[in-house]
């Protein structure tokens, strides 16, 4: 049997002899089917099609595929207190990419802050050693790949370390999820904001959407909620979903001080 995966949104499939009929991730409101129709890959496939692109960010190990596949998110490598943190999980999986993080200290968990970046995590899980993965409980249905290392989390807050805590932003998905990195990667701390937060193409700021490819915006009340979840919470830097959307805070306030102008936009745009 072949744990399929599909060609829009990259989520992988418990196995089965055949693709299955539909993707449950695609049909969904917020996400689409291909215009092409249902496509489904495998690992193998894109294995041969693809590499997994490994740079530098702001003193990170950032990872994602190339050429570009499904949503084109990248993951992080975090050097933590709370261990060797690996934040999204791509849907390629190359034997190279697991050399080179083992090669650096190997990960102790994989972290994954919404439905639409599950990709490969059972695979990507297996090939590390069967290290845990983590999800928050409030979107454990649309795990598309049941995996005996796959643990949930509820609530809106859950400490790893003295250093890193995960918080449920909401919104996008009920489970959606940010990491806040206190004394990481650089002086003044980060916040990795998945989909929950979009860090906009100016780099200035960011935005609040149900739908990113269906532009259908977020409820007020979905947002302020996540102002309120997010406002204990100090940070320099800001890194968004894929390569370049970063808030790399040099300025005044830095990024905490980007979103924050950024809540107040978007409220006053949507009740205006």
């Known amino acids: 049997m072949t744990p399929y995966l599909c060609m829009t949104c990259g989520t992988q499939y418990a196995p089965s002899d055949v693709p299955p ?30 590499e997994i692109r ?6 990170l190990v950032a990872l994602g595929a190339s050429p570009a596949f499904g949503i084109d998110h990248r993951s992080f490598l975090l050097p933590t207190d709370a261990g060797n943190l690996l934040w999204e999980s791509q849907s390629v ?31 990507w899980s297996d090939a590390l050693g069967g290290v845990p993965i983590l999800v928050h409980e409030a979107d454990r249905a649309w795990v598309q790949h049941p995996h005996p ?14 250093d890193v805590t995960l918080v449920r932003a909401g919104g996008h998905f009920p489970g959606s999820t940010v990491l806040h990195w206190a004394r990481g990667p650089r002086e003044g701390g980060a916040l ?14 960011v935005s ?11 409820r007020t009340s979905d947002v302020v909620a996540m102002r309120d979840r997010l ?11 894929t390569w370049g959307r970063d808030i790399l805070g040099d300025a005044p306030g830095g990024g905490r001080a980007a979103v924050d102008r950024s809540f107040t936009r978007y409220l006053a745009a949507v009740r205006g």
């Open 21 to 50: 009929a539909r993707c449950a991730v695609c049909e969904d409101d917020r996400q689409y089917v291909g215009w092409d129709g249902q496509r489904w890959t495998t690992l193998d496939a894109l294995a041969r099609e693809h």
């Open 54 to 59: 490994i740079e530098e960010v702001a003193g």
């Open 93 to 123: 999986l190359t034997d190279d990419a697991v050399a080179q993080l083992r090669s650096l200290g190997g990960v102790d968990r994989i972290l994954v802050s919404h439905p639409h970046f599950h990709g490969a995590m059972a695979a």
């Open 149 to 162: 290392a796959l643990e949930t989390w509820s609530g809106d807050v859950l400490r790893l370390s003295d």
């Open 192 to 205: 990795f904001s998945g989909d929950a937060l979009q860090v906009s193409n100016d780099r200035r700021g």
């Open 208 to 218: 609040f959407m149900y739908s990113y490819p269906n532009l259908v915006p977020m």
């Open 231 to 241: 406002d204990p919470y100090t940070y320099r830097d800001v890194f968004g979903y």
